[in-house]
């Protein structure tokens, strides 16, 4: 888990594609100049660390648990997620992952491709994770 605290500021950044790359366990093998500027951190602090480095404490468990479903099923997931910078202020991105395979269709492991999120976007999946987390909340 991050140490970092969030600050509910968000980043405002342009499109360009933020790329990251991870194992079969999601630990980072990669990242793109884009991603180091985005999340704040630099390749070699994220190279070998958990994607989850990035999460962001407003994403219900329920998003991740589908992406994870989808992607070690070998098909691509969509989405839109809220991460976490490393100083702490959010940003919203608009986002692939695709599983990585091998010339024997094996799952090697997994590449992720967003951009910015349009507002409509953020808007509408804010309001849903928001109930999404309330209820997650409640079953505990
Ligand atoms: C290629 C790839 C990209 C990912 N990108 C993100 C991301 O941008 N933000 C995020 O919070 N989790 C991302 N994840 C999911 C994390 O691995 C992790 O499952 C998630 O942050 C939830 O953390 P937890 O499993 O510790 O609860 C990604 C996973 C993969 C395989």
Redesign the pocket.
Known sequence: ?SKVTPVDEEYIYEGRVII???DLQ?IITYANRKFCEVSGYTAEELVGK???I???PD?P?AV?AK??DT?KGGQAWNGI?K?LRKDGLYYW?D?E?LPILDDDFQVTG???A?KAASRKDIKENEELYAKMLQAEAQEK
């Open positions: 888990m990251s790359q991870t999601g958990p994607h989850s990035i999460r962001h994403m468990k991740f992406m994870w992607i997620v991460n991105v986002s992952i997994y590449i992720a967003r």
